[in-house]
């Protein structure tokens, strides 16, 4: 079946401007994360949804990142006011509750944002 | 706070080598334990888990064990291959919340 996807796969933007990531995760699947990947290090996490709610969004940096999934399907990351430290990848994963907090999370492709 | 420290990349080793990568972590209570890999130009994928004390994970040909009283769960395979060079993420995973917490990545490039 269709993995996790997230649109676009790259995007580049102007410091200040604001931007969408978008993810879809795999259908039925009710957790959904956020991490980022800087170059050369492992991913930290951002936000964890739980259905339509935010469970944990103790990784997001600043009020300049905001997320959300108001059908509890879809997921937008939105970056306002974007500063060249945020260029990184951005990842999505979703995980399906059958299998426990300690389940599989699958992980998207990757939004690779670069701010100029 | 949780924190997980892998060893150094890139690690560089001939076909049918030895490989351990080394990973170990600090966290309060008792987490479940990860390995996950990027291969090149792919998206994160699990290759294996651990979720108690003295389990072992396996998966590919690669092994972890959770080792409580080291704090470690170092990645090992007997032999390996040209097709498992990628980057190699150690991680552990809180029951609370399920945000998992990954180390710096190991680069390892293995060479026929």
């Known amino acids: 079946g269709a993995g996790v996807s997230q649109t676009p796969s790259n995007k580049v933007t102007e410091k200040g401007k604001y931007v969408e990531l978008r993810c879809d995760p795999i259908s039925g699947h009710t957790a959904l994360y956020w991490y980022r990947q800087s170059l050369g290090q492992g991913p930290e996490f951002l936000i964890y949804f739980q259905g339509t709610g935010a469970a944990d969004d103790s990784g997001l940096p600043n009020d300049r990142f905001f997320a959300v999934r108001p059908e509890g399907s879809v997921s937008t990351l939105k970056i306002q006011r974007t500063e060249r430290g945020d260029s990184a990848v951005y990842l999505c994963?979703?995980?399906?509750?059958?299998?426990?907090?300690?389940?599989?999370?699958?992980f998207g492709p990757g939004t690779r944002l670069t701010v100029l | 706070g949780n924190s997980v420290t892998q060893m150094e990349g890139p690690v560089t080793l001939s076909e049918e080598a030895f490989l351990t990568i080394n990973c170990t972590y600090t966290?309060?209570?008792?987490?479940?334990l990860f390995w996950y890999v990027q291969y090149p130009g792919e998206g994160l994928q699990l290759l294996l888990k651990a979720t108690k004390a003295d389990d072992k994970g396996s998966n590919k040909g690669f092994e972890a064990t959770y080792r409580k009283e080291t704090t470690s769960f170092h990645l090992e395979k007997g032999s390996v291959q040209v097709s498992d060079s990628a980057v190699y993420f150690c991680a552990l995973l809180k029951n609370q919340g399920g945000k998992l917490i990954f180390g710096q990545g190991t680069e390892l490039s293995v060479k026929p």
């Open positions: 966290a309060t209570g008792y987490p479940s």
């Open positions: 994963a979703s995980r399906s509750v059958a299998g426990g907090p300690a389940g599989e999370q699958f």
